[in-house]
């Protein structure tokens, strides 16, 4: 009940396109889900956050879609570029606790 | 403005060591957190410290495996007597209060145990 399921594992993306990678959980009491992106040799950085009062937030060309019935929650790049390649990883926690649940990890690459 | 710091960056240690991981944190951060990255795998929680307490060390293994966060300097991960399996990125995040939202993680010690 505390894992977070990642999808796809590896994905290619040409330049322009969309890069789409999901994410479930089954524990309910999730209630903080950030993305994190994560260059070879560095640590992961933060890239965007949700929470579940809202179904989609979007930073830049960066959107995360959640679907709280169904337990997914999804990041979309959109207009991809090679130096969005990468690995992202998205994680889940909930309030009063402090550990955070990594999925694991979706090794984006956008060719030019 | 620093980040959070670690070092060594890479480290190599022969079975039956020690190896000795530090992190600095986020100035004025007082909440450390060790994650562990084995390959092709996503990261894993191994203790939760504030200064001078270890509050949650339920990620990490019973036995060779130690954390601390003195009053003064650096978090310290020890891995004594280190075993071929060891070998792992380990990662240290720092955040300003308990349940944070964010935390800010360093840029990670690979160990590689021969």
């Known amino acids: 009940q505390q894992q977070v399921k990642q999808s796809p594992q590896s994905l290619i993306v040409q330049k322009g396109g969309i890069s789409i990678i999901n994410c479930a959980y089954e524990?309910?009491?999730?209630?903080?889900f950030p993305w994190y992106q994560q260059f070879p040799g560095k640590g992961p950085a933060l890239l965007i956050a949700?929470?579940?009062?809202?179904s989609e937030k979007k930073e830049g060309r960066f959107t995360i879609s959640f679907n709280k019935s169904a337990k997914q929650f999804s990041l979309h790049i959109m207009d991809s570029q090679p130096g969005d390649s990468a690995t992202y990883f998205c994680a889940a926690t909930y309030s009063g606790t402090y550990k955070y649940i990594f999925g694991t990890g979706t090794r984006l690459k956008v060719l030019a | 403005n620093a980040g959070v710091m670690q070092n060594p960056r890479h480290l190599v240690r022969r079975r039956g060591q020690e190896a000795r991981l530090r992190c600095s944190p986020v100035?004025?951060?007082?909440?450390v957190y060790w994650y562990r990255q084995l390959p092709e795998e996503g990261l894993k929680f191994m203790v939760y410290?504030?200064?001078?307490?270890?509050?949650?060390e339920s990620g990490m293994p019973k036995e060779r495996f130690s954390a601390e966060f003195p009053k003064e300097g650096p978090s310290i991960l020890r891995i004594q007597q280190v075993v071929r399996g060891d070998s792992a990125a380990y990662f240290c995040?720092?955040?300003?209060?308990?349940?944070?939202?964010?935390?800010?993680f360093g840029p990670g010690t690979r160990l590689l145990v021969l």
């Open positions: 524990n309910t009491a999730f209630d903080y």
């Open positions: 995040a720092s955040s300003p209060i308990r349940d944070g939202e964010t935390q800010y």
């Open positions: 949700i929470r579940p009062d809202v």
């Open positions: 100035k004025g951060h007082s909440h």
């Open positions: 410290l504030q200064k001078e307490n270890i509050i949650d």
